[in-house]
């Protein structure tokens, strides 16, 4: 280093905010994304990163109610937010969430990468739109990737978890037929 260049220290700033119904505060460097908070500082790691530029949607969380891309949200922009992750999806006690369940019963996982993200994100498009058309959740679900399903068995996951949200119950997995 030359004697006129310093080094400079991370900015650091106190975040607060409630993940998963929890309250937590700390102290993050301000380029640290809100995904790297999760996984290294809550010790959360259901938030996935794949791409780590918003494109794959692994890493997607719930956040003031909003599907947000935490690879591309810094921690420190989520000051004060409520933020839910695949793990605060689970019922108190214990039980797995319709959209968990849904996606059990269709068989809507292979090696469950982007598994997390997929459910985040229907889980925000079934608070916003319950009655989404079925022809309607391709489009909805566009901004997720999955390089093993082909995408049929997620989709039956969704229709069943809007049956099951809805308070319909149903053994068979709408379209399981066609995924396989």
């Known amino acids: 280093m030359l004697a006129s260049q310093t080094a400079t220290q991370p900015q650091i700033m106190r975040v607060q905010l409630t993940v998963n119904g929890q309250p937590h505060s700390a102290d993050v460097e301000v380029r640290v994304t809100l995904a790297d908070f999760l996984r290294g500082t809550l010790g959360l790691t259901g938030t996935h990163l794949g791409c780590e530029h918003g494109v794959c949607g692994s890493c997607t969380v719930v956040v ?61 498009l079934l608070e916003k739109q319950p009655e989404i058309p079925n022809e309607d959740i391709r489009a909805a679900l566009s901004g997720n990737l999955c390089r093993c399903t082909g995408y049929q068995s997620i989709v039956a996951g969704v229709e069943l978890a809007k049956q099951k949200l809805a308070g319909g119950t149903s053994d068979t997995p709408v379209a399981a037929s066609a995924t396989r």
């Open 64 to 124: 003031n109610g909003d599907g947000v891309r935490s690879c591309l949200m810094l921690a420190v922009q989520a000051d004060g937010a409520e933020v839910l992750t695949i793990e605060g999806l689970e019922a108190a006690d214990g039980t797995m969430h319709p959209i968990q369940q849904a996606f059990l019963e269709s068989h809507s996982f292979q090696c469950g990468f982007c598994t997390p993200g997929f459910m985040m994100t229907v889980y925000e």
